[in-house]
């Protein structure tokens, strides 16, 4: 079965705190690419980082961050030093390259940012 | 300016009355598909396009129909709506279909309320 999991559907923390969002992800696939995408309070979706599967690297962007682990079949996203316009619901999302190609989203996390 | 139009955004209907979201994409995208979003489920497929004449079934494909005739629309069809059908659609598109080689890109969504 291909699942994503997001289990934390919502999370407050102080502005300059550090926050990580989780994403489980389940599939058979050798192949396939994970990404994150952020949907503001205006309701838009935005693109935020891909990753493959044969790359485990980490990347940083700014203050944001991404931890890539297949052994536990995770995709962890870190914004370091919240800001109240990062507030948000995060998206994690699976795509499967062969077969259907189909989209799998998580169920999303609300990020709720406090000045 | 690159963009994926969506039109309604907001659209109120009652129930059994046949309604058509329109989707264009101005990128010459190949790929093109629809989600709906509801709290607490996240973003479900319900079709997606390959290429033009070429869909499929998502997830959630009951009760919509969509058609693939030219590579910029990609219209999502309810023949019959049902208040189960009120939720928040998507339309998106990326470059190919070959597996993340890019993201999704997103229109602005369109609110249907069904009653």
């Known amino acids: 079965a291909q699942k994503v999991t997001q289990a934390q559907t919502e999370i407050s923390v102080v502005e300059k705190e550090d926050v990580t969002l989780d994403c489980v992800y389940e599939?058979?696939?050798?192949?396939?690419?994970l990404f994150w995408y952020k949907q503001p309070p205006s309701g838009e979706l935005v693109f935020l980082i891909r990753?493959?599967?044969?790359?485990?690297q980490n990347e940083i962007s700014g203050r944001y961050s991404w931890n890539f682990q297949k052994s536990t079949s995770s995709f962890n996203f870190t914004i370091t030093a919240s800001q109240v316009v990062d507030s948000a619901v995060y998206f994690c999302?699976?795509?499967?390259?062969?077969?259907?190609?189909?989209?799998?989203f998580g169920t999303g996390t609300r990020l709720k940012v406090l000045a | 300016e690159a963009q994926v139009t969506q039109n309604p955004r907001y659209l109120i209907t009652v129930t059994g009355k046949k309604l058509t979201v329109t989707c264009s994409q101005n990128?010459?995208?190949?790929?093109m598909s629809w989600y709906r979003q509801d709290p607490g489920l996240g973003l479900r497929q319900i079709y997606y396009?390959?290429?033009?004449?070429?869909?499929d079934k998502g997830d959630v494909p009951e009760g919509y129909k969509v058609s693939r005739k030219e590579k910029r629309n990609f219209p999502l069809i309810l023949e019959s709506p049902s208040p189960n059908q009120t939720s928040l659609y998507f339309c998106?598109?990326?470059?190919?279909?070959?597996?993340?080689?890019?993201?999704?890109?997103f229109g602005n969504g369109t609110r249907l309320t069904v009653t």
């Open positions: 998106a598109s990326s470059v190919t279909w070959t597996g993340g080689n890019s993201p999704l890109h």
């Open positions: 599939t058979r696939d050798t192949t396939y690419y």
């Open positions: 990753r493959n599967s044969f790359d485990e």
């Open positions: 999302a699976l795509e499967r390259p062969s077969g259907t190609y189909k989209y799998i």
């Open positions: 990128m010459n995208h190949e790929y």
């Open positions: 396009s390959m290429n033009v004449e070429v869909t």
